[in-house]
């Protein structure tokens, strides 16, 4: 029933790293684009960073440098390797997976994984 399992979050200091994953279930595959994004609280969803299926990534401003992602098309997994962790990194990360079919984009979520940096 699980369509993305997320894992990798935590506690870490400033200055530390945490590596994110990410696997879509069976009955998404051949997803076009999986990505991350995160969530402060109060504030919208914003993207961390997104990779195609064909392994173009994209970066928000404020992490280039300092995260990267990458994904196993043959497995539908997404990893983001965070380094140089800063207090502005917490929040609620999540795994989103996108699917083109008949011409349909459909969105698939994960349920979120909690990142905390301390100072």
């Known amino acids: 029933q699980v369509q993305l399992v997320e894992s990798g979050g935590g506690l870490v200091q400033a200055g530390g790293s945490l590596r994110l994953s990410c696997v879509a279930s069976e009955n998404i595959l051949r997803v076009n684009r999986m990505g991350w994004y995160r969530q402060a609280p109060g504030k919208q969803r914003e993207l961390v960073a997104t990779i195609t299926s064909g392994g173009i990534t994209n970066y928000a401003d404020s992490v280039k440098g300092r995260f990267t992602i990458s994904s196993d098309n043959a497995e539908n997994t997404a990893a983001l390797q965070m380094n140089s962790l800063k207090p502005d990194d917490t929040g609620v990360y999540y795994c989103?997976?996108?699917?083109?079919?008949?011409?349909?984009?459909?969105?698939?979520w994960g349920q979120g994984t909690q990142v905390t940096v301390s100072s």
């Open positions: 989103n997976a996108v699917k083109t079919t008949w011409g349909i984009q459909y969105d698939y």
